[in-house]
C-alpha cells in the first residue's frame, strides 16, 4: 500500500466531511426468566437462609430444615428454573393395550346401540373375537369421547310435572298455633323388625301441647293414611284445626279428602326441608328408642298395635316434656283449660 493510500484510509481525513462508524461489539444480557409463584418463594427462603441461617429460615417460613437443604442442593445460581415444581407425573405411564381394529369395532357397536354400556357391549366385542374386558372397554369409550369420534346427544332431563292437590296449600307465614290443635304434625316412618318384616308408623303430635297419637300399618298409602286421620279424629283429645304434612304420596288424594270433609286445611312442607317438622320428627326419634328398640313381643298388627297403644298412654299422661316445664301433655292440657276457664270469668 503506498503512502497517499495509507494517509487517505487514516483517521485523518475524519472532520473533512466523511464519517465513520464506529461498532462496540457488546456481550449479550441473557433475558431473565419468568418465575412462578412457588419458585420465587423457594429463592426468597434461600436468600434468607444465606444471610440470617437456616434455623431462622425455618422459624420465619414455617419450611422445615430438609427442605431448605434439598432447596440448596438444586439450586443453580445460574438457571434460576432449578427451583420450579418437579413433575410428579409417573416416569411409566400406561400405554394402551388394545388395537386400532378394537376401537373400531367399539365405536360402530356403539353407533349401533348409543345407550349401550361397557357390560352390555363386552359379550358382542367377545363374540366378534375381540377379547377386550368391561374396564378397557369402558377405557376405550372414554377416550373416543375425548378426542372427539364418538359424539353422543344431551340427555334430555325431563321434569315431573306436580300433582294437582285442591286442598293441601303451603302454610302462610303468618299463621302461627296459639292454642292447643292449631296444627298437628304428621309423619310416617318405615320400620325395619328384627324378624326382616317392614312396617309403617304413622306419627301425629300437637306443635302446642306436644299431646301425640300413633298407628301402625303394613303400608303407607293414601287410604292408610287417610284411615289413621279417620281414627285420629275419634281419639285426639283437642279438635284439630289443621295439619302439616311433607310431600309424601300417602297424604294425597283419599288423604286430602278426608280432611276437606271435615274441613281441616292441609299444609305441605316445601322439598327438603323436614326441619320445618321438627316436633313430629323428634317423637319420631323418641318412639323408635322409647317403644322399638325395647319391643321383643310378635309384629302382627293384633299384637304390636295395642302395645303401642299403651305406650302412647304412657307419653301422653306420664312422661314428663321438657318442653312443657316437665309437664306431661295431658297436664299441660288440663292447666291451659284452666287457664282459659278463669279468664272467661
Request: with cysteine; aromatic share 6%.
Amino acid at each position: 500500500m503506498s503512502k497517499r493510500t495509507k494517509r487517505r484510509s487514516s483517521g485523518a481525513s475524519i472532520g473533512r466531511g466523511q464519517s465513520m462508524h464506529l461498532t462496540d461489539r457488546l456481550p449479550k444480557v441473557p433475558q431473565l426468566p419468568t418465575l412462578s409463584p412457588v419458585a420465587k418463594h423457594r429463592l426468597q427462603v434461600l436468600e434468607f437462609a444465606q444471610r440470617h441461617g437456616v434455623r431462622l429460615a425455618v422459624e420465619a417460613y414455617g419450611v422445615s430444615r430438609s427442605t431448605i437443604y434439598e432447596w440448596r442442593k438444586r439450586y443453580n445460581p445460574r438457571k434460576l428454573e432449578s427451583l420450579e415444581p418437579k413433575s410428579r407425573a409417573p416416569k411409566r405411564k400406561r400405554r394402551v393395550c388394545w388395537s386400532w381394529a378394537d376401537e373400531q369395532a367399539i365405536l360402530k357397536l356403539r353407533r349401533q346401540h348409543p345407550r349401550w354400556g361397557k357390560r352390555k357391549l363386552a359379550p358382542l366385542l367377545q363374540a366378534a373375537g375381540h377379547a377386550l374386558s368391561e374396564a378397557t372397554i369402558g377405557r376405550i369409550l372414554r377416550r373416543l369421547k375425548r378426542s372427539g369420534r364418538l359424539i353422543e346427544p344431551k340427555r334430555q332431563i325431563r321434569r315431573r310435572s306436580r300433582p294437582v292437590r285442591p286442598h293441601a296449600t303451603r302454610k302462610p307465614a303468618a299463621y302461627q298455633p296459639q292454642q292447643p290443635g292449631d296444627l298437628v304434625q304428621i309423619d310416617t316412618v318405615h320400620l325395619h323388625t328384627t324378624t326382616g318384616e317392614q312396617l309403617r308408623q304413622f306419627s301425629a303430635i300437637d306443635v302446642v301441647s306436644r299431646v301425640a297419637a300413633v298407628g301402625v300399618r303394613t303400608r303407607a298409602t293414601a287410604g292408610t293414611a287417610a284411615a289413621f286421620v279417620d281414627e285420629l279424629l275419634d281419639r285426639f283429645p283437642t279438635r284439630i284445626r289443621a295439619i302439616q304434612v311433607d310431600g309424601g304420596s300417602e297424604f294425597m288424594a283419599e288423604f286430602e279428602e278426608i280432611c276437606a270433609a271435615n274441613d281441616i286445611p292441609v299444609y305441605v312442607l316445601p322439598p327438603r326441608s323436614p326441619k320445618l317438622n321438627g316436633c313430629v320428627e323428634r317423637f319420631n326419634r323418641t318412639s323408635r328408642e322409647e317403644f322399638w328398640e325395647w319391643y321383643e313381643g310378635a309384629y302382627d298388627l293384633a299384637t304390636v298395635q295395642p302395645a303401642l297403644r299403651a305406650w302412647e298412654d304412657e307419653y301422653n299422661r306420664l312422661r314428663p316434656h321438657q318442653a312443657l316445664a316437665m309437664q306431661s301433655p295431658i297436664e299441660f292440657l288440663a292447666a291451659t283449660a284452666r287457664t282459659q276457664k278463669s279468664s272467661m270469668l
